[in-house]
């Protein structure tokens, strides 16, 4: 892999495309650490370093770009405590911005994608970003009928009787001219002066205090007895809303003033900014506002004023194109580096970690930060017995910034990078073009058996009740669970083949043994898409596996059209591999994701896995999305110059009406949407007998005014089919 100083435009694409998977890796298991695990590694500054890193390469090459390319995560899954509330308009994260070119950056980009000239004023409307807990609050008639938590953003928490606990919560609206139905997104947070004087009764009825405000206030909200929720005494502050059953105006401001009317809190400084001046100058204020504050924040969030054009703009993966998270600079603090250990992933990754002295920086005692990989700790020359300064960026990771040459012990030695895996003693080796080292022990390292077992049954993947990560280490210890479908056998098992029974073990009893038994055959009906993601597979995330759950349907069509895509064509037929290219047409995948679904299906002991599970669950087709538009599963695919929307906006309108949007040209392509100066695209779909639709035909065929034209060039077939 390249140097990551190397700048994107300094890369071969051979280069690039090395780096875009090392980063999609990278990304994803640092995701799984912080949202799932609960055990993150990574500081605010260097997770978004390397998303904007990857989106700098991706914009280099956008031929490039992968099916999981890190822009879809949004937040942790719903808790299985709660019934679960599915949010009628996805609740997004934000884009951050570090410094004042970021934040030109993201006006830039707005202004390419709605085609502004230079002199129409883009007007912002900032607010301080609360460091707290997200919720959503659905009232009718005025009245609050249902309260919930972000979650994933497509589904979170029933936490209604819990959020009635919060102050600045209204249970009924004031004010005469409130829609009918309305829903309100805000922020859960705990005040630093109810925080300490919660941390002062803690102490003194013997329990450990909180580490921060936010975990406190997470924390209570997630409370089974509302009664726990109220002695948090948590707050609210206003500053979106979801669905209505009317307009509520048409500038940002405008309709955060009616939420105020309407009895919710708004958090103070906020302001309309017309320009990057005024947006910078409203980013000073608030900084320098923070110490006075009663409340945490980490930066500013700054939104378009216009809702129009925020409508326009939409969303790109996890985030709305219309706001941007403005972060203040991280707090440092320095501790002594009292030795380097390895972690083991369940990829073989082994990534060092510096073991620290405690030290109390940005609002949590730090006693572990992640040094990367080998490169970075020779780049900075980080040893153990080092004092080091530690920086924590809002509520993440921290991270070694830097060692203190002049603090250094005598006998200091630079850290050498181990030859064997720690867990299992395997040769340890960093292949050519990765960042990291590995351990080559594969299914016989317990690490990753473990971490590949910990991943099956994860929350955002089979999410079974009562089976989390220590249970599976005990079952595996004992020879319990060894694969996956050794899970969905543990009842027929249990007290049989030399394993005491279940309920007699300590710490179970007949109870909990029922409970995690029912729990198991709960999760034996699974989507597919939930399916694909706890297979682990190599560069296979959430979006992915919803991509090819989405596309295939059914999971003996994706079994079926993945052998198929592994078998190699006929040397006497001139035809490629059809099943291969309907999977690389899919908008994002490229051939090294591709590869890597299709050779871990194709590998006869993932296949006995599969066949194995199989067998032992219902794995439901997933739900095409909800749209009664025209083009809804219709495979669409854009060339050439458009005139009356960007390439961008014009994906992502299709992707909102229900159509899947390809990359290349195939039989499977429905309609190619040709502008000016079309190319090879063009001439393949016409070669294809494909359907070829102007600009305005295919917003005629969109908006179900107009029905597709019959193809004009080769029979339906396709020429080349006879």
Not at 178 to 184: G, H, N
Not at 271 to 287: F, M, S, Y
Not at 477 to 486: I, L
Not at 507 to 528: K, Y
Request: hydrophobic letters at 40%.
């Amino acid at each position: 892999m390249s140097d990551a100083s190397t700048p994107p435009e300094e890369l071969s694409r051979e280069a690039a495309e090395r780096e875009l998977a090392h980063l999609a890796r990278e990304i994803a298991h640092h995701d799984r650490l912080y949202y799932v695990e609960s055990e993150p590694a990574l500081s605010d500054a260097d997770y978004d370093a390397l998303r904007r890193r990857n989106a700098a390469i991706e914009a280099r090459f956008p031929a490039l770009k992968r099916a999981d390319s890190p822009s879809e995560r949004v937040g942790a899954p719903p808790s299985s405590s709660f019934a679960k509330v599915r949010h009628s308009r996805p609740m997004l994260s934000l884009a951050n911005a570090l410094n004042d070119d970021d934040l030109a950056e993201f006006e830039g980009r707005v202004r390419r994608f709605l085609n502004l000239g230079d002199d129409e004023p883009v007007v912002l409307h900032g607010e301080p970003k609360i460091d707290g807990l997200s919720a959503t609050l659905h009232y009718d008639g005025g009245e609050l009928v249902l309260g919930a938590t972000r979650g994933d953003g497509e589904t979170g928490e029933d936490t209604t009787e819990n959020l009635r606990t919060v102050g600045d919560v209204p249970q009924s609206l004031s004010g005469g001219d409130a829609p009918a139905r309305l829903e309100v997104r805000g922020e859960v947070y705990m005040a630093l002066s109810d925080f300490a004087a919660l941390n002062r009764e803690r102490e003194v009825d013997g329990e450990a205090p909180f580490v921060n405000p936010r975990n406190a206030a997470s924390g209570g909200l997630r409370q089974i007895d509302p009664t726990l929720t109220a002695k948090r005494r948590l707050r609210f502050f206003a500053h979106g809303w979801g669905e209505t059953s009317e307009p509520l105006g048409t500038l940002q401001g405008e309709v955060l003033a009616r939420l105020e009317s309407w009895g919710f809190a708004r958090a103070p400084h906020g302001g309309r900014c017309t320009g990057l001046d005024e947006a910078r100058a409203l980013h000073r204020r608030i900084e320098a506002a923070r110490p006075e504050l009663d409340f945490e924040i980490d930066g500013v969030v700054f939104k378009l004023d216009r809702l129009d054009w925020q409508e326009r703009l939409g969303a790109a993966g996890r985030a709305p194109r219309w706001a941007i998270a403005y972060k203040f600079p991280a707090e440092q603090a320095e501790t002594v580096l009292h030795r380097i250990s390895i972690s083991v992933g369940r990829t073989g990754a082994l990534t060092p970690v510096a073991e620290l002295e405690p030290v109390h920086v940005g609002g949590v005692t730090v006693s572990r930060a992640t040094l990367h990989n080998e490169d970075v700790i020779a780049e900075r020359d980080i040893r153990a017995g080092d004092t080091v300064v530690v920086q924590r960026a809002g509520d993440v990771i921290p991270q070694v910034v830097r060692a203190i040459a002049e603090k250094r012990p005598a006998e200091s030695r630079p850290f050498e990078p181990p030859a064997a895996c720690p867990e299992c003693g395997s040769h340890a080796v960093r292949e050519e073009g990765e960042a990291v080292r590995r351990c080559t022990g594969g299914l016989v390292c317990p690490a990753q058996a473990l971490e590949r077992l910990r991943h099956f049954v994860a929350r955002d993947a089979f999410d079974i009740e009562g089976l989390g990560a220590k249970q599976i280490e005990a079952f595996w210890d004992e020879g319990r669970v060894k694969s996956p479908a050794d899970i969905f056998d543990l009842e027929a098992k249990d007290g049989s083949e030399g394993f005491q029974k279940l309920a007699e073990r300590e710490g179970w009893g007949e109870t909990s043994a029922a409970n995690l038994f029912r729990a198991i055959e709960a999760r034996r009906r699974i989507g597919l898409d939930r399916f694909i993601h706890a297979l682990g597979i190599r560069h296979v995330g959430q979006s992915t596996a919803r991509l090819l759950a989405r596309r295939y349907g059914t999971v003996d069509d994706w079994r079926a059209a993945m052998d198929a895509a592994a078998a190699t064509p006929d040397p006497d037929s001139e035809a490629g591999n059809e099943a291969l290219e309907a999977l690389t047409d899919i908008d994002g995948i490229g051939p090294v994701v591709a590869r890597a679904v299709v050779e871990f299906v194709a590998e006869p002991r993932n296949g006995a896995i599969l066949d194995a599970l199989r067998a032992r669950l219902d794995i439901e087709p997933v739900e095409a999305p909800e749209t009664d538009s025209a083009v809804a599963g219709k495979t669409v695919v854009f060339t050439g110059k458009l005139q009356r929307m960007t390439r961008q906006e014009a994906k992502a309108r299709a992707e909102a009406l229900g159509a899947q949007v390809a990359g290349s040209v195939s039989r499977a392509t429905d309609y190619v949407v040709a502008g000016e100066d079309a190319g090879s695209k063009l001439k393949k779909a016409e070669s294809l007998g494909v359907t070829v639709l102007s600009e305005d035909a295919w917003l005629a065929v969109a908006a179900g005014e107009a029905p597709p034209p019959a193809p004009e060039n080769g029979d339906e077939e396709g020429e080349g089919d006879a």
